[in-house]
């Protein structure tokens, strides 16, 4: 059967009421939520200080930030920081975080509650000396009720320790602190409750959609009289309406006089909206709506008063996955052309920054790709909120490992008490997410050989499935045959496969009838701009596939970027594209990564401090195999070409061709042809050995006859210039707003200078500072947090952030012996 609905298969609402210790008055004044930005004016300290939770000590000489933070980012690079070069080279330790702040006394009457978005890691949070929980998970979103030990009217002091001193507890860069976005919350004492609504579809069709919607309502205790167990309540109403994307109501229903139930027991109410000629979300089209659930008081016969709204934005779809025809959306049949990334944002680390994520997409989406797996963890809110936007697919994972562990000090210490927790909370968080389609419990468990897997495997599935049904659930398994146990306990829907692309045609001879997805995929290993010759070779690094011979790798820890390289569990891009293409029950592939990230070198170690894995490096600049899925994954019309054209005389050096909707492509050297060159078979490039001389390469792309495209290369000359291109020349004056200026080293006429790695200064003048810089090379260990960086292989990359203010901001860049360049952005 497909799955068609939208998050869940229910029809009615669930008004779960929970009993809660404080009075409510429904005289008081009866405004709405409300949920502010905590994210400004902290003191941070790095170390343990003793008794910093006390409101009395002293943290004037604390240094004043604002979140989203990450302070290992702000570290030196080491070989002997715990974390390892695995783990980014890094420094982790103990932060001490703090606030003060005030709570009008008009507030006394209302609930007030601190979100966390996330906290890597073992985060411990006090209020005013009290202690309000601990939550050792790095990646989960997490509340705090902070009524009872607030200071209504007067001033009140959090204080937050992060305690990420032990390591290595991660595989990857972790980045440290409160790297999400803090909020505080106040609402009623009635009012829906923390990610209280659960949306789903039913029947939908391009004529109608049945919408459902789930609430969970709190409700004080004081609605009891015990001694008699009386209900005393105040009569409520519920409604819920529907909005477009232009605002515009398109249905609504009300449900009246809500009745407490009989000792706090749930109650159901049906409550559904039928949705004349909806629009359907899709990848190319992702059209939301907005749900928008409003509570009210309605005892008093004047009228009735607003107790909470609550918004929820949903996209309606239906999807399926076929053992034989693979998957589809909205009835239709593709492929989920998605990548695994890690949560850190190059050089910016972990600190989550809207504008930075929304660019990492848009990359994405120029290429093809239309799927994301949070590898391997929850992501912060906001990735959910742009793919659901952006129209991308979501693979939502949870876990790295359950009770055995992948690192020393890794989650296994923490699985068998919190895993169920984080689990629900993380379903609970992102089940109203048009664009997740699979929950992942898990990426490569060491368990799933052991039998243990028979007892983990169904009991987180039946945690997902007390939350949402309407979703498949994996699990990304490196040994995906018969001895798994995870796979043999059927508790997951879809197979998921890592690597292993050479089983992929049998797949159905090992397990008749069941689904298949390409949970990771390639490991493909390239430095951006750097060309070893011949290209015509696969390698594998840093050990051969028999894991005994061992290669001769580059002495300067580069990897050529013809795309020829991969570890040996995995393959180069076109060895693996080549099969997933070719089969229609391969219903998708998640590549092993979208962006370089930060840690887990391969093939190397130190120096190595940032991964090779990447289709576009840490600074956002393409490789060249990007272009190869970009002729593949989109309409695009693409002729690329490489290597660059600056090498000594007389060297023999391979040109490669990407390119589609055309039949052939001609290169020409210096006005002279050498030849045509055809795709043949399942061929995704073209290629041509020629001795270098300089001068200028000429592809033309043809077509019937007809020139379809023309690229050419010219060799460089000396780096004679600066040109700064900026993203956005115009960005809000909101203290978070990014503009990201692509450095690059010219020669006179205009060329970018291949091998060029110019030190390059920066200045700048206005409302904005320089969040980091980089260049994408994994051995660099210059501070990202700095005025300076030289080039790589011919670029750079400054990130701009706004201040508060608006105004002009004036960006230079200068080296010695060239020409420097300057840009004028607007923060508005």
């Known amino acids: 059967m497909p799955i068609t609905q939208l998050f869940a298969p229910k029809s009615k609402v669930f008004f779960l009421l929970i009993l809660l210790v404080s009075f409510i008055n429904f005289n008081a004044s009866a405004q709405t939520r409300s949920v502010a930005d905590f994210d ?98 790095g990646y989960i979103s997490f509340r705090y009720d902070l009524t ?193 990334d890690h949560h850190d944002l190059g050089s910016l680390g972990a600190a989550v920054n809207t504008r930075a994520l929304e660019r990492q997409l848009q990359i994405l989406k120029a290429m093809g790709c239309n799927g994301i797996r949070t590898s391997h963890n929850p992501p912060a809110p906001e990735l959910l909120d742009l793919c659901d936007k952006m129209g991308f697919i979501v693979m939502d ?52 050989g052991d039998t243990s897997a028979l007892r983990l495997a169904p009991e987180l599935a039946g945690i997902v499935h007390s939350l949402d049904l309407t979703r498949p659930i994996t699990t990304a398994n490196d040994h995906p045959d018969t001895s798994n146990k995870i796979i043999k306990s059927g508790a997951i829907d879809l197979i998921g496969y890592n690597y292993h692309e050479f089983d992929y045609a049998k797949f159905h001879d090992r397990y008749p009838g069941k689904k298949f997805i390409a949970t990771e995929t390639t490991s493909g290993l390239e430095t951006r701009g750097h060309y070893d010759m011949p290209s015509d070779s696969i ?32 393959s180069t891009h076109e060895e693996t594209w080549k099969v997933m293409k070719k089969y229609d029950f391969l219903s998708g592939m998640f590549i092993w990564t979208g962006f370089d990230y930060m840690g ?25 195999v990007y272009y190869m899925y970009q002729s593949e994954w989109t309409d695009k019309t693409v002729l690329h070409i490489f290597p660059h054209w600056n090498w000594e005389p007389g060297k023999t050096v391979d040109v490669w061709a990407y390119y589609n909707h055309a039949d052939e492509v001609e290169l020409f050297l210096n006005g002279k042809s050498l ?21 200028t390469l000429k592809a033309v792309s043809r077509k019937d006859g007809k020139v379809v495209l023309t690229r050419e290369i010219h060799t460089a000359g000396k780096p ?31 060329n970018v200078v291949p091998d060029a790695d110019n030190l390059v200064n920066f200045k700048i003048n206005g409302n904005a500072f320089i969040a980091s810089v980089d260049n994408g090379l994994e051995t660099d260990h210059d501070p990202f947090k700095a005025d300076y ?36 952005l607007q923060a508005k």
């Open 539 to 570: 390698m594998r690094w840093p050990i051969a596939r028999d894991y005994k011979t061992v290669p001769k790798m580059n002495a300067d820890h580069t990897v050529s970027a013809y795309d020829n390289v991969s570890p040996p569990w995995g």
């Open 600 to 624: 887990e070198p391969t093939p190397y170690s130190w120096p190595a401090r940032s991964s090779y894995f990447g289709i576009i490096d840490l600074a956002g600049f393409p490789k060249d």
């Open 397 to 448: 994972e949870a876990f790295d490992c359950w009770e055995w562990k992948k690192a020393k000090y890794d989650y296994h210490l923490y699985f068998k008490e919190w895993h169920k927790r984080d689990l629900e909370d993380q379903i609970l968080r992102d089940r109203n997410h048009p664009s997740v389609i699979i929950w992942s419990i898990g990426n490569e468990i060491p368990q799933q």
């Open 675 to 695: 030849g045509v060159k055809k795709k043949e078979g399942d061929d995704l490039h073209v290629m041509w050995r020629l001795k270098f001389e300089p001068g």
């Open 789 to 824: 960086r030289h080039a790589f292989n011919g670029l750079a990359l400054a990130i701009v952030q706004s201040k508060e203010r608006p105004g002009s901001i004036t960006f230079t860049a200068s080296s010695k012996g060239l020409q420097g360049a300057t840009v004028v």
């Open 148 to 340: 009872p030990f607030l200071n209504f009217g007067g001033k009140n002091t959090i204080a937050v320790k992060v305690d990420n001193s032990v390591q290595p507890n991660s595989r990857w860069y972790s980045g440290s602190g409160i790297y999400r976005n803090v909020w505080l919350v106040t609402t009623n004492k009635v009012a829906i409750d923390h990610w209280g609504t659960y949306v789903t579809t039913t029947d939908i069709s391009e004529k109608s959609a049945v919408v459902n919607i789930d609430v969970t309502v709190k409700y004080p205790n004081e609605y009891h009289n015990n001694a008699n167990d009386v209900e005393v309540m105040e009569p409520l109403q519920l409604k819920t309406t529907i909005y477009d994307e232009n605002n515009k109501e398109v249905g609504n229903f009300t449900t009246d006089n809500l009745q407490l139930p009989h000792k706090g027991k749930t109650d159901a109410y049906d409550q559904k909206i039928m949705l004349k000629n909806p629009k359907l979300w899709s990848v190319d089209n992702p059209y939301l709506y907005k749900i928008v659930t409003r509570l009210y008081d309605i005892s008093n016969k004047k009228g009735k008063k607003l107790l909470d709204t609550y918004t929820t934005p949903i996209g309606i779809r239906y999807f399926n996955f076929d053992a034989d025809k693979g998957f589809s959306l909205n009835g239709k049949p593709m492929k989920i052309l998605g990548v695994c």
């Open 40 to 137: 400004k004016g902290w003191h941070f300290h790095l170390g343990d200080i003793s008794g910093a939770e006390n409101p009395a000590t002293k943290d004037a000489g604390w240094r004043m930030l604002d979140l989203p933070h990450d302070w290992s980012i702000e570290g030196k690079f080491s070989k002997d920081n715990p974390a390892t070069p695995e783990g980014g080279a890094l420094p982790g330790g103990i932060g001490w975080y703090r606030k003060t702040f005030t709570v009008p006394a008009a507030s006394k009457d209302k609930k007030v509650y601190i979100d966390f978005d996330g906290v890597y890691q073992k985060s411990t949070v006090w209020l005013n000396g009290h202690q309000l929980g601990f939550r050792p998970n």
């Open 720 to 750: 004679a210039k600066i040109e700064l291109v900026a993203d956005r020349k115009n960005i809000k004056a909101d203290g978070k707003d990014l503009s990201f200026i692509t450095v690059k080293i010219l020669d006179k006429d205009g």
